[in-house]
């Protein structure tokens, strides 16, 4: 057999473990911890979360940037600009799953 056992489609997954890690800690960490380090378990969660979304996400979401974004002309200043939009939407899924849908008109007249 000269052909490569993907490993990654072993059960659970990395993220299916980070996952069940971050709900451990949620649901069974955080209320039976002591108030000073609630804080701590609620970050150990969210950075499970976050590594499992990582792990998921795209590892090149697009063709590298031009070096400087300066002395582009038009077109390549408009393609510059939809690459960076396309790199902040992959960051934020990974970072703040949600965030690039955000209604900031319909929050306009909230005031905190």
Do not use: W
């Not at 911890?33 to 979360?49: G, I």
């Not at 992959?90 to 799953?97: D, E, R, T």
């Not at 965030?99 to 007249?109: L, M, Q, S």
């Amino acid at each position: 057999m000269s052909e490569e056992a993907d490993l990654r489609a072993d059960r659970p997954t990395a993220g299916e473990l980070l996952e069940i890690i971050a709900e451990t800690l949620q649901e069974s960490v955080v209320p039976a911890t002591e108030p000073h380090a609630r804080h701590q378990a609620r970050v150990a969660a969210n950075l499970c979360r976050i590594i499992g979304r990582e792990l998921a996400a795209e590892t090149d979401p697009m063709p590298g940037l031009p070096p400087s974004l300066v002395d582009l002309d038009d077109d390549a200043a408009s393609e510059a600009f939809e690459q960076v939009k396309r790199l902040v939407r992959a960051k934020l899924a990974v970072n703040k799953p949600g965030y690039d849908t955000h209604d900031a008109a319909a929050e306009a007249g909230v005031v905190a």
